[in-house]
Nanobody, 116 residues
Framework: QVKFVESGGGSAQPGGSLRLSCVASATIFNPWEISWYRQAPGKERELVAT???????YLKDSVKDRFSISGDNAKNTVYLQMNNLKSEDTAVYYC??????????RGQGTQVTVSP
């Protein structure tokens, strides 16, 4: 069973940037689809961005001009670059997905806190 380890979170001021990483525990064979989700306290989880073997397939409207998702196959890693952070981006961020041989399970997530 392949699991992700998320990292890169932390504290940032509004307008700041963070780059999150999501590393798989094993090789992810094509085809695959990997998504970043986030969940704030007391709120439902949100789909933030999705990357597939053939490219970016989804970016949440509220982050389209600020976030980008990319991948490095050689490192089994997917990144979420977050720019111009806002307080409403505060949440735990994590990855989930599917690949050729089944599910890609989330890890513990990484906390992002945006405050002045």
């Amino acid at each position: 069973q392949v699991k992700f380890v998320e990292s890169g979170g932390g504290s940032a001021q509004p307008g700041g940037s963070l780059r999150l990483s999501c590393v798989a525990s094993a090789t992810i064979f094509n085809p695959w689809e990997i998504s970043w989700y986030r969940q704030a306290p007391g709120k439902e989880r949100e789909l933030v961005a999705t990357l597939t073997t053939v490219g970016v397939s989804y970016l949440k409207d509220s982050v389209k001009d600020r976030f980008s998702i990319s991948g490095d196959n050689a490192k089994n890693t997917v990144y979420l670059q977050m720019n111009n952070l806002k307080s409403e981006d505060t949440a735990v961020y994590y990855c989930e997905g599917n690949y050729r041989y089944g599910r890609l399970d989330r890890g513990q997530g990484t906390q992002v806190t945006v405050s002045p």
